[in-house]
């Protein structure tokens, strides 16, 4: 954890600054670079655009992305310093897809929080992941997974959890 203390993750985000994120979607391939609060609001435009790439790509439904995810991941820029694109594997999931992947995988909750649009998988291109994962838990905000393997962390807004592979 070299330049990033870790007691600087747990910074808030300041309410006139301009948030903006930077996507690129593993599966499809689309990129999108958003500015989705200015001027101490959330940009309706720019959520939708945020909404339509991280919908289930696999039925294509495209469901509201609640706005605190996205804080989390730009917390996570600011504090790392980077400006490299989130390589975005996992978004909303409808409940059809849910299931699906839970019949493949041990690591799909139930009841997922992406299912309700409040979970997002992720890693940070060009970081180590361990240390993105160490600075999400420090958030102590919604709850964070860590996937080592897989290479990637969730984060929600539901509870302050903490789960995964060790960092
Ligand atoms: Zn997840």
Do not use: K
């Amino acid at each position: 954890m070299a330049a990033v203390g870790i007691g600087a993750a747990r910074r808030t985000l300041a309410g006139g600054e301009r948030r903006e994120l930077c996507f690129i979607h593993t599966h499809t391939g689309e990129h999108l670079t958003a500015l989705y609060y200015d001027a101490g609001a959330y940009c309706q435009a720019a959520l939708a655009r945020v909404n339509e790439l991280l919908r289930d790509f696999r039925t294509e439904t495209v469901f509201p992305i609640d706005p605190q995810a996205l804080d989390r991941l730009y917390a996570l820029q600011v504090v790392t310093g980077r400006r490299e694109p989130f390589e975005i594997i996992s978004g909303y999931r409808s409940p059809v897809t849910n299931a699906a992947l839970r019949r493949n995988s041990h690591g799909v909750a139930e009841h997922s929080l992406h299912m309700q649009g409040r979970a997002i998988d992720a890693r940070l291109q060009g970081y180590p992941t361990s240390q993105l994962a160490a600075l999400a838990r420090a958030q102590m905000s919604g709850g964070t997974g860590f996937y080592r393997v897989s290479d990637f962390i969730h984060v929600d807004t539901g509870a302050v959890r903490i789960w995964g592979d060790p960092i």
